[in-house]
């Protein structure tokens, strides 16, 4: 280095309060490779931690190509120890229902599970609600006892998973077994949480779809609602002068019950005044929802359905317990059962708190 350079540089130096990177900063710099290693993935974001490392202790920076390079190196050396990691985790039960995927025919001549595994399930529709069931099921029965994601970072899982995208099973056998195991783990994790996230979004569409009807019918039956509340004080007049009459109880019990007509017909009657008073569309939801009702009831077996708002304690037990209601064959709820099923908290939506809690 010229004479000169070298005095000067050594000034700038002690004039910025900077240390030379060859006197520790390159200790500082792997540490702090290894460190991010574990959770980011992109060159570029280890390169910038390592930066930002290195100026926050006052160090002089290096080259990018010494950077770019020794992130390369520690991002190797980090992934080697995942699949290590990973490996050691799976059961042989588990590394055998690995290695089936790559041997075991698939449902189309000249395939295997693993050409199943990836092809993809397509959009969900609530018409292929039944066709998604069976896919998340049979992806369920394919998970593996080490839970990957508890492993390794949300960027690896999602890394790895990318990385088998354009391996075929013949290639996926060439790979080094830790990596392929570990490969394949994360490319499992991924396909059923996806099956998942899909099952959710029709949950949550079919729910939407049903609120929106109960606001529709909410919205209809106010035309004729003055009728109705006509109907309903003639209907309580002419049981009031039933109940008047003369003759022994029983008698009289029978000519009210004559003037009552249809009870079903008058509470709901009732129930729709009440909505109207409360301008809350919940008494409508049930009649929404029944047409439906198979397909939730599928969904709820399905998915774990929890809320995230303290503002709506007991919601996952009321649910839970209406379930069990359907289990047991109750053929008839009553009206109070559900509508804490459907319309937690009276909600004006099914399932979705006027108070702005959520799922």
């Not at 005044?273 to 939730?296: D, G, I, T």
Request: hydrophobic share 40%; with cysteine.
């Amino acid at each position: 280095m010229n004479p000169a350079r070298s005095r000067h540089s050594k000034i700038v130096r002690e004039h910025l309060a900077i240390t030379p990177f060859a006197q520790g900063g390159r200790e500082v710099m792997a540490r702090t490779l290894r460190e991010l290693a574990f959770t980011k993935q992109d060159l570029r974001d280890l390169i910038n931690g390592a930066i930002e490392t290195l100026v926050k202790e006052r160090f002089e920076l290096p080259s990018f190509g010494v950077l770019e390079e020794a992130a390369e190196r520690v991002r190797g050396e980090t992934h080697r120890a995942l699949f290590e990691l990973v490996f050691a985790a799976l059961s042989e039960k588990d590394r055998g229902t690995l290695g089936q995927l790559f041997v075991q025919p698939g449902r189309d001549s000249g395939t295997t599970l693993w050409n199943d595994l990836k092809r993809e399930p397509g959009r969900p529709t609530l018409t292929k609600l039944k066709e998604w069931l069976v896919h998340q099921q049979w992806l369920a029965g394919l998970q593996v006892g080490a839970n990957v994601a508890a492993l390794l970072s949300e960027a690896k899982v999602l890394h790895f998973a990318e990385e088998t995208k354009s391996l075929n099973a013949s290639r996926m056998q060439e790979v080094e077994p830790r990596k392929r195991f570990t490969l394949a783990a994360c490319f499992l994790h991924v396909r059923h949480a996806a099956a998942l996230d899909g099952l959710a979004e029709l949950f949550v569409r079919r729910m939407g779809n049903i609120s929106r009807d109960a606001q529709l019918a909410f919205e209809a039956d106010r035309e004729g609602a003055q009728q109705r509340v006509n109907d309903l004080v003639l209907k309580l007049k002419e049981v009031a002068v039933a109940y008047q009459r003369e003759g022994s109880e029983k008698e009289r019990l029978g000519v009210v019950g004559q003037a009552l007509g249809e009870p079903g017909a008058v509470i709901e009657a009732c129930e729709a005044h009440e909505a109207l008073v409360q301008n809350s569309s919940a008494p409508f939801v049930w009649r929404c929802y029944a047409s439906s009702r198979s397909m939730v009831h599928a969904l709820f077996r399905t998915l774990t359905v929890k809320t995230t708002s303290y503002r709506t304690p007991g919601w996952k037990e009321r649910c839970s317990s209406c379930w069990k209601q359907r289990i047991f064959g109750r053929s008839r709820w009553s009206w109070s059962d559900r509508t804490r099923c459907l319309a937690p908290n009276n909600s004006i939506s099914p399932g979705f708190p006027r108070d702005g809690g959520d799922w």
